[in-house]
């Protein structure tokens, strides 16, 4: 297995599925996208902003690298999130410039990564606690935690009467020639 090229499709898928879930919650009005529907993160905004919330303390953990990837300059200087359930976006248009600037972020640096960067182990601190992982578990987790809180925006979206259409990470992996069995 490719780690490195792993990475890339999981940046790649990122981008694409953020591209559709925002086409489609474009279509709400502001008033349905701040909705309070019982999710976790409240509304359709809410659980938008957690992701990017999430993604900035991430990719400020991941600027520590000492690669210094050129990519993670865009986030070094961003404000620290105070809470995951901090609202820095409340109009739609505005978060989603900022997340079309992240994933092209994200896209750059996955490019960027070797084998070597991806067995780094990082250490960073959350509530007082130290932790040293290895990036490549680390890169798991901060893709995994996406698709989790993409499918709840998901489903808040059908529930709106909103589809996202298809978003299996499938439709990203080319096909393969194989020889006959």
Do not use: C
């Not at 609202?87 to 070597?116: G, K, Q």
């Not at 509530?127 to 996406?146: I, P, V, Y």
């Amino acid at each position: 297995m490719n780690l490195p090229a792993q990475v890339v499709l999981m940046a790649s898928y990122n981008t694409w599925m953020n591209a559709k879930v925002y086409e489609a919650a474009g279509r709400l009005s502001a008033e349905a996208l701040a909705a309070d529907r019982g999710a976790f993160f409240g509304s359709i905004l809410g659980t938008l902003n957690h992701l990017v919330v999430a993604d900035t303390i991430w990719l400020k953990r991941f600027a520590e690298h000492p690669a210094r990837h050129a990519a993670l300059d865009r986030v070094r200087p961003l404000p620290a999130p105070s809470s995951l359930d901090q609202l820095p976006f409340e109009d739609f248009a505005e978060l989603s410039e900022h997340r079309r600037m992240l994933d092209a972020t994200i896209e750059d640096w996955a490019a960027a990564l070797t084998v070597d960067d991806l067995a780094h182990v990082l250490r960073y601190t959350r509530r007082d606690e130290t932790f040293a992982r290895a990036m490549s578990g680390l890169l798991m987790h901060f893709f995994n935690h996406q698709t989790h809180h993409r499918g709840q925006a998901t489903t808040l979206l059908t529930q709106a009467g909103i589809d996202v259409g298809v978003t299996d990470l499938v439709m990203l992996i080319p096909n393969q020639d194989a020889p006959p069995t």
